[in-house]
């Protein structure tokens, strides 16, 4: 059984006990203490010797590497200058190469493909673990670009200026050291950075100021431009180009991570604060006027603009212009700028399309790109300095495909990725379930039609329910998750099992309203939400009772820790991922701090009553019975704690309940540092599931 030693844990009670009274395992909390990664050690032993070691696990490894390292996916890209850029993973690539092709070749369809910079090499040249993590490229006439790479996935970067001529490091080039760092080119020899100066961060570790580095000077010798109070989330800057002029921008996050205010930075000095309402998002510029998001209803002279309107501010004279404004059943989920004109990704009733805008005789004018219906679109790649633009389309079903539109509207595909798996019998449809207050929630169904049809199928229930993100019907995503399409697919709706998609309140499938509705008090929402979700289910007949699992990571993680204290009865798998547990710490771990807009601050009594009500570490229950859960989590996450699934483990394990626990020593919040791991983590998931909601299956592959 999986109980601490007695000896164990009075020394660690012993070397804790001032802490101890109310919290017996802190010691968890120490990620790279000795003790605590000896006991997360051996619980995945103990986790593997259980689920790794047979047949099902081998063969779902091997499905989920065949698609993760598969040479026909879709090379997600950006365009510069004249080239398409991609970064790339598979088999001889394991951590990674990013690389280049002629556009003119990718829109043929046969891309000539040119290594920029190989980081397996990298790694083993400077003997660093290097994941990559972006890149941020001048464009236009000029070569360079910042390469952030982390070590080991984690959310700390380090910041290296780039030659695309020469395909190397700039020799006493800009480098930034690790750090939760945000740069910006301000020009071709100077930065906006803002980074741990050496003295203090936010309350949530983020950094606290904004400095103005040029080139020729030391990191240290750079101007400070402006300063923050610990109190606020984070600082960062942000630069919009287009025609060949910079506007540069310091953003400061309040407290609460969905209220900001913008300074403009003038001639390398600090200007205005922008009179803009404090739910609002910069997306960029056009012809000398800010394209704006806004998510609050705001009144700017004699114009009125409704929370999820798209708005046109005119520097100078801050004239606005409504630009787009969608209706009660859409959201706009990506704005993407060129040279004249904006790209929109629009939900319509969680319905995927895209919309080109643009400025004829003064006013905006929207025109609709023809995507096949039905899935998800999404905007790959624009230019400041193009009008054309790469999208995608694809849903759970439907492979991804990627089109080319010209700056003349034109629309060619270019590239398709074949079907991962045999979806001829599969089907995908939106269903909608009633929640306790009446809202109606939608979600997605996906199985087979048999399936479907009989009923009472081993059915996994994703869910997220947070920070205004949607959750859609994907196929593929790179890193992938579980529940998207293709490994799905492959892995469990192949073996005979459905695969729902909730989206509950708290995201953002319908705009700023949708999130807004399950914020801090009204957080219960979004849980009542899932659980309508897998009632309705069960009630239809899809799922049988005693075959409903549930999946979630993060936020997800929570809900599903909500889920395991509120409604055990519901679920018999819960696939609980680097998650958020003890809501009454959250926000003294990591960046716990920063979310605290979303949650509410437990050290504020009125919140902590609101949150202490749900909070799955302090909800566990002597004398109850909880379904054998998977809680997996990383060592080196530096945004979720590894802290709240080791503690909530302990906890239960000291209840004599059973779970199983699997804990990576690298690879940040991800859960993965690269490919092959993430193989190991999915298959892991589904040998999980198959084991709890189809166990003939399991006993049938196992038997020596």
């Known amino acids: 059984m999986t109980r601490l030693s007695p000896l164990l844990f009075a020394l660690l009670f012993c070397a804790f006990s001032s802490s101890a009274?109310?919290?017996?395992?802190?010691?968890?909390?120490?990620?790279?203490?000795?003790?605590?990664?000896?006991?997360?050690?051996?619980?995945?032993?103990?986790?593997?010797?259980?689920?790794?070691?047979?047949?099902?696990?081998?063969?779902?490894?091997?499905?989920?590497?065949?698609?993760?390292?598969?040479?026909?996916?879709?090379?997600d890209g950006n365009i510069i200058g004249g080239h398409y850029y991609n970064f790339w993973q598979d088999e001889v690539h394991v951590a990674g190469v990013w690389r280049r092709s002629p556009l003119e070749k990718v829109l043929t369809g046969s891309p000539e493909w040119e290594t920029v910079l190989d980081i397996d090499a990298l790694r083993e040249a400077e003997n660093e673990n290097w994941v990559y993590q972006d890149n941020d490229c001048i464009g236009g006439d000029s070569d360079r670009c910042l390469i952030e790479m982390s070590r080991g996935g984690r959310d700390e970067s380090v910041h290296r200026?780039?030659?695309?001529?020469?395909?190397?490091?700039?020799?006493?080039?800009?480098?930034?050291?690790?750090?939760?760092?945000?740069?910006?080119?301000?020009?071709?020899?100077?930065?906006?950075?803002?980074t741990d100066w050496g003295d203090?961060?936010?309350?949530?570790?983020?950094?606290?100021?904004?400095?103005?580095?040029?080139?020729?000077?030391?990191?240290?010798?750079?101007?400070?431009?402006?300063?923050?109070?610990?109190?606020?989330?984070?600082?960062?800057?942000?630069?919009?180009?287009?025609?060949?002029?910079?506007?540069?921008?310091?953003?400061?996050l309040y407290a609460d991570w969905n209220e900001r205010e913008y300074v403009r930075i003038e001639n390398g000095k600090p200007g205005e604060v922008m009179d803009w309402p404090l739910r609002t998002n910069l997306l960029g510029v056009l012809d000398g006027r800010i394209i704006l998001s806004i998510e609050q209803d705001w009144q700017q002279g004699e114009s009125s603009y409704n929370s999820g309107d798209i708005i046109a501010y005119e520097l100078g004279c801050?004239?606005?212009?409504?630009?787009?404004?969608?209706?009660?059943k859409q959201a706009v989920s990506e704005v993407a700028l060129g040279a004249t004109r904006l790209y929109v990704a629009l939900l319509d009733n969680v319905v995927g399309r895209v919309k080109r805008i643009s400025r004829t005789d003064g006013?905006?004018?929207?025109?609709?790109?023809?995507?096949?219906?039905?899935?998800?679109?999404?905007?790959?790649?624009?230019?400041?300095?193009?009008d054309d633009a790469f999208v995608t389309y694809e849903s759970s079903i439907q492979p991804t495909t990627l089109y080319y539109i010209d700056a003349e509207d034109a629309i060619t595909s270019v590239a398709a990725l074949p079907h991962l798996y045999d979806a001829t019998d599969v089907i995908i449809r939106q269903e909608f379930a009633t929640s306790a207050d009446g809202e109606s929630v939608p979600y997605f169904l996906i199985g087979q039609k048999q399936v479907l049809d009989e009923g009472n199928a081993a059915t996994i229930l994703y869910g997220y329910g947070g920070f205004a993100i949607p959750i859609l019907p994907v196929y593929y995503e790179n890193p992938s998750r579980p529940q998207h399409g293709a490994l799905a697919g492959r892995m469990w709706i192949s073996r005979g099992g459905a695969l729902a998609l909730g989206n509950?309140?708290?995201?953002?499938?319908?705009?700023?309203?949708?999130?807004?509705?399950?914020?801090?008090?009204?957080?219960?929402?979004?849980?009542?939400?899932?659980?309508?979700?897998?009632?309705?289910?069960?009630?239809s007949g899809i799922a049988a009772p005693d075959r409903l699992g549930a999946l979630g990571r993060s936020n997800g993680g929570l809900l599903l820790g909500v889920a395991l204290t509120q409604r055990p009865d519901l679920f018999t798998a819960l696939d609980i991922g680097v998650p958020l547990?003890?809501?009454?710490?959250?926000?003294?771990?990591?960046?716990?701090?920063?979310?605290?807009?979303?949650?509410?601050?437990?050290?504020?009594?009125?919140?902590?009553?609101?949150?202490?009500k749900y909070s799955p570490y302090q909800n566990l229950r002597e004398g109850q019975e909880y379904p054998k859960v998977l809680f997996y989590t990383s060592t080196l996450d530096d945004r979720v704690h590894p802290g709240h699934a080791r503690k909530m483990a302990a906890r239960l394990a000291d209840m004599d309940q059973d779970f199983f626990y699997y804990e990576n020593i690298e690879g940040g919040h991800g859960g993965t540092a690269n490919q092959e791991q993430l193989a190991m983590r999915?298959?892991?998931?589904?040998?999980?599931?198959?084991?709890?909601?189809?166990?003939?299956?399991?006993?049938?592959k196992t038997q020596r």
């Open 363 to 386: 006013r905006w004018q929207d025109v609709n790109i023809e995507l096949p219906d039905n899935g998800v679109a999404k905007i790959v790649s624009s230019s400041s300095s193009r």
């Open 200 to 252: 203090r961060l936010t309350n949530s570790g983020y950094p606290l100021d904004v400095r103005l580095w040029k080139r020729g000077t030391q990191l240290h010798e750079s101007k400070p431009l402006f300063k923050g109070d610990v109190t606020d989330t984070l600082l960062a800057p942000q630069v919009v180009s287009n025609d060949g002029a910079d506007y540069a921008f310091i953003v400061r």
């Open 581 to 612: 547990l003890d809501m009454i710490r959250y926000n003294k771990l990591l960046a716990g701090a920063s979310w605290m807009g979303e949650y509410g601050n437990p050290d504020v009594p009125e919140d902590r009553k609101f949150i202490e």
């Open 161 to 194: 200026e780039f030659s695309l001529q020469t395909r190397s490091f700039v020799v006493g080039g800009f480098v930034v050291p690790e750090a939760k760092s945000t740069t910006q080119w301000l020009g071709e020899d100077a930065l906006l950075v803002a």
């Open 682 to 700: 999915t298959a892991l998931e589904y040998a999980y599931f198959v084991r709890m909601l189809m166990p003939s299956v399991w006993d049938s």
């Open 318 to 328: 801050g004239t606005t212009e409504l630009v787009f404004s969608p209706d009660d």
């Open 21 to 75: 009274a109310d919290d017996p395992y802190l010691w968890l909390e120490e990620i790279q203490g000795e003790n605590a990664l000896v006991w997360a050690r051996e619980q995945n032993e103990r986790t593997f010797d259980e689920l790794r070691d047979n047949e099902v696990f081998r063969q779902l490894y091997e499905e989920a590497y065949g698609i993760l390292m598969s040479d026909a996916r879709i090379p």
């Open 504 to 539: 509950m309140r708290g995201g953002g499938e319908y705009g700023p309203r949708w999130h807004q509705a399950a914020l801090r008090e009204n957080r219960q929402l979004a849980y009542d939400d899932y659980f309508a979700i897998a009632e309705d289910l069960i009630d």
